[in-house]
């Protein structure tokens, strides 16, 4: 997507050269990746999805364009910012709260929105609705009013993949600046509890959904023992993750 729509919007590309530049790259990234038979995000399927994105909603015709930044295209917004009352345990510093995403859009009516582009299974009136309290996209929109812009919420479209069809669907949820106070306080509280759990030495647990989810927490044969400490070394590898890097 990005390729595509820099290609479109710096680059000068027709709309035809544009969705063909993004192909390449879809295709240079998925590289030899064998896909598992039992799933439809093959390289194959992949791209009838991309090109079926752009029938959708045509780079030529689309009502939502990048917002333009001193005739910049904002595609691809990335932020860090310190997350106010927090304080890192050892270096002292603010916590930073870090992203990234799709495009800073705007529609012709003038609304500026985060986007965000998903693909999925299945879509349905579900898919639509879940979007209003995710705490994702309150996220982008605080982190995109800090920087000055004043966004009215978030577009997610979504397109689904299956190994014959695709679907598509546009979700628009709105963030006033109630609901981003209301959850920025919350992530406050949660980072300082983090915070809290560090300094003691103790991590709370959830045994519920969470050890299941999106295919699994991998961490979950640690609280299947009862002194998981001696089981991290040699099952486990510390890997720094650097946000900023």
């Known amino acids: 997507m990005e390729v595509t729509r820099k290609s479109y919007y710096t680059e000068g590309f027709n709309a035809k050269v544009s969705v063909g530049k993004g192909m390449v790259a879809l295709i240079e990234f998925y590289g030899d990746y064998m896909c598992p038979t039992d799933s439809a995000k093959s390289c194959e399927n992949l791209l009838q999805a991309f090109d079926y994105y752009f029938v959708v909603w045509g780079i030529e015709t689309d009502s ?12 691809e ?5 310190p997350i106010p ?8 510093d603010p916590i930073l709260y870090t992203g990234r995403f799709d495009m800073l859009g705007q529609l012709k009516s003038g609304g ?17 609705q879940q979007w209003d309290l ?16 004043e966004v ?9 993949i299956l190994k014959r069809s695709n679907g598509h669907a546009q979700a628009i949820t709105y963030r006033p600046p109630w609901k981003i106070d209301l959850w920025l ?10 915070i809290r759990m560090w ?3 103790h991590w709370e647990q959830n045994f519920d959904a969470a050890c299941s989810l999106y295919g699994g927490c991998s961490f979950k044969p640690l609280c299947e023992m009862p002194n998981p400490e001696q089981w991290i070394t040699g099952n486990y590898t510390e890997r720094v993750w650097d946000p900023l890097a």
């Open 152 to 160: 009215e919420g978030a577009i997610i479209r979504g397109i689904s």
């Open 64 to 75: 939502l364009k990048p917002f333009m930044n001193k005739n910049v295209p904002a595609i």
């Open 134 to 149: 995710k705490a994702q996209f309150s996220g982008y929109c605080w982190a995109a009013r800090q920087y000055g812009y």
């Open 185 to 194: 306080e919350q992530l406050i509280r949660d980072v300082n509890s983090m």
């Open 85 to 92: 009352d927090t304080k890192h345990p050892v270096s002292g």
């Open 199 to 201: 300094e003691e030495g």
């Open 112 to 128: 500026i929105y985060v986007v965000d582009e998903k693909t999925t299974k299945a879509l349905g009136p579900t898919w639509t």
């Open 77 to 81: 917004f990335s932020f860090a910012l």
